[in-house]
């Protein structure tokens, strides 16, 4: 029959996705008249009518297509033997309410299909899987998990069965159901299911197939709510570039991938790359559907969350209240994504101190996720937001009730681990100590310590150190209500106070250990040997454009630098995430460093920490405060913990001494009473602790990293040197402990003096070099680069070389000591032969860029801490404190010219050798030790450097250092250690001995300029 044909042909053409054709319309419409004309069976003009429907529900036709599948199952509804047209009659008008938005009225439709197909006797298989995917679809759209979850897994089990488990129509009923378990908090059922279904992706259509991306992209939002952020980031960038790929820069889809990494970046805590991603996200999301649409308000939304992490909730309220006025709109007051937005405002208002709004607001928030079974911990967070504000008005007991709540939330739906729990784990804490429940509240916060910790260890293996950095900076919260209660007056128990220092042990430099022992990695596995030639090349890269003499690398050309070494990071950290080297020492704590002192020994650990005042009513509300600590530990065991001042009392009397200290010109007089105001603050009150110790090992923290304590003035006219007991500098207490993968030393001294800093680079160029005196000190470009600065011969320092020469062989050292001057003075050669030697000597010029603009001593040794050409310019130059500081070296005046090694020894091209065999690092430099300093990891800058390449001790300078003066110093230091066989400690302080004897004897001054700008900070055993 000629209608039997037609429908065929319409079948044909459905089946090609041309179902919304005219064409396709008008064959099924003269297949339906032949039908009615005949009068044909009721079954058959059922099924005509159906492809009626069909085909105006794709030519988006709703309403004639609801009527004409409405008469189709008004033919064959309960007509016997008829089961399967009925089935695929409901099916199509299923779609058609699906299509109108109606998924109450399509997921009854899709269930009475499937029932009446079932019923069948011979059930047509490809409509009974249109019914259980329209009606998994429809329930997962209502939120209904259950049924949907039920839906796919029969549909799953039928596919397996009739095509086979490598089948791509598998694929994507693993995914669907993925979906659901994630939904369901079921997120390793999640994680299996979405790997499944990239593995037959991948094999049947691609790595780069859009189909492929859609599952990667899902899998980020799985292993996200895990905790895995990293492997978040990583998957979440690869299905952005596929989409972008396929789809162009501008699709909604790239905004929605947009939106997830944006999201990921926030809980790394970069919240500059988050903001940037989901103003991008925002842009293509207006452009393409309009300005009102529900995704443009999860953008405004995040965009008000970001706000808020940065402390401008004046920003984010406006931008939350438009977002809500948008999803009110288009969803419905109780909608689920409503509830997220009044979440956010909610915060927001927090955050701005309005309190009054801020509850009604957060409750708002609670009452519609708690509406949704399936809130999970999108509820445990409006009600932790909620609780935080309950504790502000003094609601204690209401605030824990919300906590636990919120923390057993997490716990079901992302497990104890999980760094959602630890945070609410810590707000737990906040509410006992509040409640004068210290014991509880403290062993709350170490609980949230210890996770945080370990989430910090696990997700910065993969990561660039700026990246690291920034995710431990906001794991920072938790260890300083750690040290809070540890200084409250009623916990005086000491297990308590050691369990504190224990947490701060643990937390201190987990982020130096990284990159440390990726260096350790990289250069001891030949698997890795080429990710770590690539990090040296991406370090000279970058350090060629910031010192560059031209001044030619645009911004963009450095960030676009600053990303290639970013990613050379990245490889070698995901290459070893189970490094063994850092995961050992991230296990190591308090006993294992106090079981590696000396005997008489005292270890001292100070902290900078951000104090919250819990007992005290009238402060316990009020926004914590920058302070400063001291642990104790004394020769005979007992450990004690002194709260020493705020840091706006420390942090101006480090400036104020070291200002004076520095420079001679200010007198002997002023530079004692600056450190007798700073000594009285950070040393006296732990003095009598240690009255017996012989040997006192400090770990300094924040501002104090900048210190030689050993300067500080005692009596009338001595110094801690003379007075008190050894000082030994370490850069955290775990450098005590002995390092089972330490190298080998060498046995060679290697010295750097007098570099011909005006010596033709390797590679020839035109143009001739400047002499050394023209624009010796003048100040580079407003950007803060390196234009313009030129550096003076030394000629002092090829003396201080011989020197040290001269006592390594009047030694009887048995090996050859090797000394390089003028244009043999390179920093090829020291990258070529530093790793080779167990002693680095450089006595040249170092720099640090950045915001101390003292200008250096007319016979110091460096350019000091460079400065802008526009007075007016106060940002510090863009980049890594390790980028930004450095030693010159033969060539460094001619690297306008150079295409090679400019003569520029950058920290960070220091931090990518592998200097694991060096015991000694001495920067016999201006302002050497000098740096950005980071609050538990320490000063970033050249000694962050030499540890992160592997030396065991840097002896470097605080400030601008005289020539003749550091040439006295540094043969005294080498003339104890080498001659009399002095350990680093001894050395250092019998060097500034030596000199303050024999300044005495002339009758010359004792300025701390003068003897006291060199300390050691390293290996302290």
């Known amino acids: 029959m000629l209608a039997d044909a037609l429908d065929a042909l319409v079948d ?86 699906q299509a109108e938005k109606n998924r109450p009225e399509a997921a009854r439709l899709y269930a009475a299909a499937l029932a009446a197909l079932e019923s069948a006797a011979d059930p047509v298989d490809a409509e009974r899987d249109t019914a259980l995917l329209g009606l998994g679809n429809s329930s997962y759209a209502l939120r209904d998990l259950a049924t949907a979850g039920r839906c796919y897994q029969q549909l799953l ?27 369901s908090g079921n997120l390793e059922a999640a994680e299996d299911l979405c790997r499944r279904s990239i593995e037959i992706r991948e094999r049947v259509f691609g790595p780069d197939d859009f189909r492929t991306g859609t599952v990667v992209n899902n899998l980020a939002r799985v292993v996200r709510r895990q905790g895995a952020y990293l492997e978040a980031l990583r998957l979440t960038e690869r299905a952005l570039a ?19 990494l944006a999201d990921i970046r926030m809980d790394l805590g970069d919240l500059a790359a988050a903001r940037q991603a989901h103003e991008r996200a925002l842009a293509i999301r207006e452009k393409s559907l309009g300005p009102k649409s529900a995704e443009v308000a999860q953008s405004l939304s995040n965009l008000g969350a970001i706000a808020v992490y940065e402390k401008n909730p004046g920003q984010a309220v406006p931008l939350l209240e438009r977002a809500l006025a948008i999803r009110e709109a288009t969803l419905g007051p109780e909608a689920r994504e409503v509830g997220l937005t009044v979440l956010n405002l909610g915060w927001a208002l927090d955050e701005s101190h309005d309190l009054a709004r801020a509850q009604p607001v957060l409750e708002r928030a609670v009452a519609i996720l708690e509406k949704d079974p399936n809130s999970g911990s999108e509820l445990a967070d409006a009600l932790n937001n909620l609780a935080l504000v309950l504790l ?57 310590a210890r996770l945080g910790g370990e989430h910090l260890q696990l997700t910065a293996a993969g990561m660039s150190q700026r990246e690291a950095l920034e995710y431990a900076e ?34 201190r430099g987990i982020v130096l250990d990284e990159m440390a022992g990726r260096r350790l990695i990289a250069t001891g596995d030949p698997a890795v ?87 005290d009513p009238a402060r316990r509300l009020s926004p914590p405060e920058p302070w400063y600590l001291a642990f104790v530990r004394t020769p005979s065991g007992a450990i004690t913990v002194l709260p020493l001042a705020a840091a706006s009392i420390v942090d101006p009397l480090v400036l104020e001494w070291r200002s004076a200290a520095g420079r001679p010109a200010g007198g002997e007089a002023i530079a004692r009473r600056a450190g007798e105001d700073l000594r009285s603050v950070i040393w006296d009150p732990i003095s009598g602790l240690l009255a017996e110790a012989e040997r006192v090992v400090l770990v300094p923290d924040g501002e104090l990293g900048l210190l030689n304590f050993a300067a500080l003035p005692t009596g009338a006219s001595t110094f801690l040197v003379e007075d008190g007991p050894l000082l030994v500098m370490v850069g955290q207490e775990r450098d005590l402990i002995p390092d089972p993968w330490e190298a080998e030393s060498g046995p060679c001294l290697l010295a750097f003096g007098d570099p011909d800093f005006n010596a033709a680079p390797d590679v020839s160029a035109a143009g001739s070099p400047r002499s050394s005196d023209q624009n010796a000190r003048s100040v580079p470009a407003a950007r803060g680069g390196f234009v313009g600065v030129r550096f003076d011969p030394l000629p002092g320092t090829a003396a201080e070389t011989a020197a040290v020469i001269a006592l390594w062989t009047g030694a009887d050292r048995r090996v050859e000591a090797v000394r390089l001057t003028g244009r043999e003075a390179s920093e090829e050669a020291f990258k070529t032969l530093a790793p080779d030697f167990r002693i680095l000597h450089l006595a040249t010029h170092g720099f640090f860029l950045g915001a101390d603009t003292r200008p250096p001593a007319a016979s110091g040794r460096g350019v000091g801490a460079l400065v802008a050409a526009d007075p007016a310019a106060t940002e510090s130059p863009p980049g890594d404190p390790l980028q930004l500081s450095g030693l010159a070296l033969a060539g460094a005046n001619r690297r306008d010219a150079s295409t090679g090694e400019d003569g520029i020894l950058s920290a960070e091209e220091i931090a990518a050798l592998d200097l694991s065999g060096v015991e000694w690092a001495v920067l016999s430099a201006c302002d050497s030790g000098v740096g950005e300093v980071s609050v538990r990891e320490g000063v970033f800058g050249l000694r962050r450097a030499f540890r992160i390449a592997g030396a065991e ?8 250092v005289d020539d003749e003066a550091a040439r006295e110093w540094m043969t005294a230091l080498y003339r104890a250690h080498l001659v009399d066989g002095l ?27 003068s003897w006291a700008p060199f300390v050691a900070s390293g290996d302290g055993r």
Not at 535 to 562: C, F, Q, T, W, Y
Not at 953 to 960: K, Y
């Open 474 to 507: 906001k794991q920072a919260e938790t260890l300083d209500l750690v040290l809070s209660l540890a200084v409250e007056p009623q916990l005086d128990d000491p297990t308590l106070v050691g369990a504190a220092w224990d947490a701060l042990v643990r937390a």
């Open 157 to 183: 089990d039928q596919r397996v069965a009739s095509r086979g488990a490598e089948d791509p129509t598998v694929a994507d009923v693993l995914h669907r159901l993925a979906m659901v378990e994630l939904g």
């Open 983 to 1009: 350990a680093t400690a001894e050395a250092v302080r019998q060097a500034s001995l030596q000199v303050l004897a024999a300044r005495r004897s002339r009758g010359a001054g004792v300025h701390p300029a």
């Open 12 to 97: 044909v053409l459905v089946a090609a996705d041309r179902a919304a054709e005219p064409e396709t319309l008008e064959l099924a419409g003269r297949a339906l008249s032949l039908r009615r004309a005949a009068g044909g069976e009721p079954a058959l003009l059922a099924s005509s009518l159906a492809r009626v429907g069909e085909a105006l529900t794709a030519a988006g036709d709703l309403e004639a297509a609801v009527v004409a599948l409405t008469e189709a199952e008004a033919l064959v509804n309960g007509v016997a033997g008829a089961e399967n047209v009925y089935g695929l009659v409901l099916n199509r008008l299923a779609a058609a309410r």
């Open 242 to 260: 596929i989409f972008e790929l396929t789809w162009g820069p501008d699709h909604p889809y790239v905004g929605g991938t947009l939106n997830n």
């Open 392 to 448: 502000q008005t003094g609601r204690a007991e209401e605030a824990a009730a919300a906590l636990a709540r919120a923390r057993e939330i997490f716990e079901e739906t992302r497990g104890h681990s999980n760094p959602k729990t630890a945070s609410v784990i810590v707000n737990q804490a906040k509410a006992a100590a509040i409640r004068g429940e210290l014991d509880l509240a403290f062993g709350l916060a170490l609980e949230s």
């Open 953 to 960: 001790t840097v002896i470097m300078s605080l400030w601008p």
């Open 529 to 615: 040997a080429p990710l770590a030639a690539t990090l040296r090349k991406a370090a000279s890269h970058l350090s060629g454009h910031l010192v560059g003499g031209r001044g030619s690398a645009s911004d963009e050309e450095i960030r676009e630098a600053r990303l290639e070494l970013e990613r050379a990071e990245q490889a070698i950290g995901e290459a070893n995430p189970s490094l063994a080297r850092s995961r050992a020492r991230a296990g190591l704590g308090l006993d294992e460093v106090v079981s590696s002192l000396p005997a008489g020994s005292a270890l001292v650990g100070y902290a900078r920490f951000n104090r919250r005042f819990t007992q």
